[in-house]
């Protein structure tokens, strides 16, 4: 039984992954058509957003000391409202202007959310909630009501590359993004003052550039999540800021992630995003009223919880 | 390259640090030479972890030169400037991040580019030869961290500070948490690092390890260093009178006339084979009535875990404790059993553990006894503003209106409180961790006078204090602790600053 546990916690995802492999299942026998090839650029490029989202919220839980950063949905609506209202509005549509241009906003945004928490030391909860409501307003400010525009390239992101579905260039490079960060020892780091900020500190680890980071690298993939957000829906919507934000933490939970911090990756969160995603796909097949998709979130959140935050707690006082 | 013998590795001069009001360190100077351990001694509050912590530089002194090798003053700001400049600390209390792996533990603030010549390959392979030499075994370097015993914890933040390959090395009671025959292997290492020109800093409680290793020995008192002795060159009473400083100091006077006699007057309460720490020696403790008895020892070596066990904290499975009404013994085993047996206990962390800072004195004091002043199920806080006032009275209290936030009061008054709150119930027997902590003189002695009160009148008093001349002036007896176990048990003829500090250090006749 250890042993088992042991696994489990040192892969915290792999239950998300497995759930969401069910799921997926699921989801292909309700409804065959769902795993055609036809169909799937189109289902990668619906779940891009929120996968990203979910990915983006990760670093600030994983730093620690409370870390959340819950400005995330409106910061990728707020992206996408530049990209399609300002930027597009304005004639700017070269992807070499506007991608640097969309991922500069999420990290500007990261870093002071980083520097708040971590330099003036507001609670992360108090500091992002902050963001959240700046964020929404500006983003009302620039499109008071929907507006549309969309391009070549960002049709080509919300279908497909040749034979490469569109939004693995945007889920992916988040990903690859982490990848190089752990093999420059950047994880470690942010799992370490995660971990034990205290002991990091003692051994020479750089707590506040460290914690500092994990939020612009937060804000960073929300840059990403905007843009996939502009792909799919081509429209900016100032009333959509609020969408992504709990069920992106929730997908962090459910896919293994402690709140407490100092574990997990951005794997887990994807897979997390995955569930919920598939959850709502299932349902809609199944023509389940949409008022019990948040029930169902809630009861998955239920079991994540037990998953995630109860075993290690069994585990420390059996110790 | 080998540094001169003698070199200097590490200077600290006349280092002054203040924290708010408390002086932790006012004028400590320390050289530390290459191929030389040189350990620091001293008793609680004489300042060694603060000094600990300029070294390394998790703190900078308020005023002070701190010079490591040629690194210029001013430099160390940072535990981060310290290791680069070759200094790596043990420390007492950070040992582990739990969440993350034994390896990425033992790399914890190591750039991999800074990993130098050495690939991640050959640096688990240092890693499984240092931690196999110092542990005789190599733990599971990709498992948690949390799945290792304190003692390999310990073992592996040791490792760390080796991996580094320093010119410093400090160990701040990193011999704590080991078995015998890991400290003699760490022995066998830190040797070996002497002889290779690393400068060693070395603090440990057991002053056999202090003479076993020490070239020289750094006494420090009241912040100060008051003096360096050199192996050989000194007996065991001039470090004992260079850490108590016993001449400059009144003989303690006690305060207790010799009322009771202790073995006459009955028990109230009774410990028996209670294991606080898990491989501890089991304590046997029976309290008697209006008898003071004092708990003393280094800082963490069981006295609160003691306290609290007194209060019904279970420690395992192992032994228990008594009350005794009326030829009847009644266990505690949980905190409201000991309530309800008439045992109070005011907690050493005053405004976290004991006040509730938002509410005003009245309610501080009622909290625990206002069923006393309910008609129905009504409150009359006039009845507690009575009861208050006449309490308030006969413990010296200074307030202006009771309704005030008990934050208004000076921490003298503020424990005054406290321990009103607690005799509002009359209780048989106070446990007190630290009462005096943070108060002014003044009221201390307001506080001496009324304990001795309390035992008169027949309350019985366990008080754990950290200032040794309270423990002489008041204690009928005072249990020494020494690594979760009572050492030494010091009857009121024995005790004076010198047998205590010698005890604490477990030198001088042992039980």
Request: hydrophobic share 45%; with cysteine.
């Amino acid at each position: 039984m250890k042993g088992s546990l042991q696994t489990w916690r040192s892969r915290p995802e792999a239950l998300a992954l497995l759930l969401a492999l069910g799921l997926l299942a699921l989801n292909v026998v309700v409804r065959p058509s769902f795993g055609s090839a036809g169909s799937i650029p189109a289902s990668l490029a619906a779940f891009a957003p929120f996968a990203i989202a979910a990915m983006a919220s990760a670093p600030s839980v994983i730093s620690g000391g409370g870390g959340i950063d819950i400005s995330i949905g409106p910061l990728v609506n707020l992206v996408t409202i530049v990209v399609v209202v300002t930027l597009f509005g304005h004639g700017v549509t070269h992807p070499l202007a506007v991608i640097p241009i969309a991922l500069a906003l999420g990290l500007l945004v990261g870093v002071v959310n980083g520097l708040l928490v971590s330099v003036v030391r507001y609670q992360p909860v108090i500091a992002t909630l902050c963001g959240y409501f700046i964020l929404t307003g500006v983003g009302l400010q620039i499109a008071p009501s929907p507006s549309s525009a969309t391009t070549s390239w960002m049709n080509h992101l919300a279908d497909t590359f040749g034979p490469v579905p569109g939004a693995v260039f945007l889920i992916g490079p988040p990903l690859v993004l982490w990848w190089l960060l752990g093999r420059a020892g950047y994880v470690k780091r942010l799992r370490a003052v995660g971990g034990d900020d205290a002991t990091a500190y003692a051994n020479g680890v750089g707590v506040t550039a460290v914690r500092v980071t994990a939020y612009a690298l937060g804000g960073l993939v929300a840059g990403f999540g905007g843009i996939a957000s502009a792909a799919l829906l081509q429209s900016g919507d100032a009333g959509l800021a609020g969408q992504y934000t709990l069920p992106a933490i929730a997908a962090v939970v459910i896919g293994g992630t402690s709140l407490l911090g100092g574990r997990g990756g951005l794997a887990g969160p994807l897979a997390g995003a995955a569930c919920i995603f598939l959850v709502q796909t299932l349902l809609s097949s199944l023509y389940v009223s949409d008022s019990w998709l948040q029930v169902a979130y809630g009861s998955m959140l239920i079991g994540a919880v037990i998953f995630s935050g109860r075993v290690p707690q069994l585990r420390r006082s059996n110790a | 390259m080998t540094p001169p013998a003698h070199a200097v590795r590490l200077k600290a001069r006349s280092l002054r640090k203040s924290f708010g009001a408390s002086k932790a360190l006012q004028g400590c100077s320390l050289d530390v030479r290459a191929g030389e351990i040189h350990a620091v001694c001293g008793e609680n509050g004489s300042g060694k972890s603060t000094l600990v912590k300029i070294l390394s530089g998790v703190q900078r002194p308020d005023v002070g030169e701190y010079v490591i090798g040629d690194h210029p003053d001013g430099t160390i700001e940072r535990p981060r400037d310290a290791l680069r400049a070759g200094v790596a600390t043990v420390f007492q209390e950070l040992l582990m991040v739990d969440t993350v792996s034994v390896l990425d533990n033992l790399q914890l603030g190591i750039q991999p580019v800074a990993l130098g010549d050495s690939s991640p390959a050959e640096f688990r392979r240092r890693a499984q030869s240092v931690l196999e030499e110092l542990l005789g075994y190599c733990p599971d370097l990709d498992g948690a961290a949390e799945g290792l015993s304190l003692s390999e914890k310990q073992t592996c933040s040791i490792a760390r500070s080796l991996l580094r390959q320093p010119d410093v090395l400090i160990l701040d009671e990193a011999t704590s948490a080991l078995d015998a025959e890991s400290r003699d292997r760490l022995f066998v290492v830190l040797n070996r690092l002497r002889s290779r020109g690393v400068g060693i800093v070395f603090i440990s409680h057991r002053m056999d390890e202090v003479d076993e290793l020490a070239d020289r020995i750094t006494v420090l008192r009241s912040g100060a260093s008051v003096a360096t002795l050199e192996r050989g060159k000194f007996t065991r009473e001039d470090l004992i009178h260079h850490m108590t400083g016993a001449d400059q100091l009144t003989a303690g006077t006690s305060e207790r006339q010799n009322q009771l006699d202790p073995v006459s007057t009955h028990a109230v309460m009774r410990m028996r084979g209670v294991r606080i720490r898990e491989n501890s020696y089991p304590v046997d403790f029976t309290l008697r009535q209006g008898e003071i008895v004092g708990v003393g020892g280094l800082d963490g070596h069981g006295q609160d875990e003691f306290l609290l066990a007194l209060w019904g904290h279970q420690f395992g499975s192992a032994g228990g404790v008594v009350v005794l009404e009326d030829e009847l013994e009644r266990p505690i085993t949980s905190a409201s059993a000991a309530v309800a047996s008439g045992i109070g206990y005011v907690p050493r962390e005053r405004r976290s553990q004991a006040l509730f800072p938002a509410l005003t004195i009245r309610e501080n004091f009622g909290v625990r006894t206002l069923e006393r002043d309910t008609v129905g199920p009504f409150l009359m806080w006039s009845r507690t503003h009575l009861r208050f006032e006449h309490n308030a009275k006969k413990l010296n209290i200074k307030f202006g209106q009771d309704t005030d936030l008990i934050t208004t009061l000076s921490g003298g008054n503020q424990q005054k409180v406290i321990l009103a709150r607690w005799l509002a119930s009359h209780p048989r027997v106070l446990i007190l961790n630290d009462p005096t902590r943070g108060i002014d003189i003044n009221a201390k002695r307001d506080l001496y006078a009324l304990l001795v009160e309390l035992a008169d009148s027949g309350v019985a008093i366990v008080m754990n204090s950290t200032e040794i001349d309270e423990l002489v002036e008041l204690a009928d007896r005072v249990l020494v602790f020494r690594e979760g176990a009572v050492a030494r048990e010091l009857q009121r003829e024995e005790l004076s600053r010198t047998t205590l500090v010698e005890s604490f250090f477990g030198m001088g006749r042992s039980r």
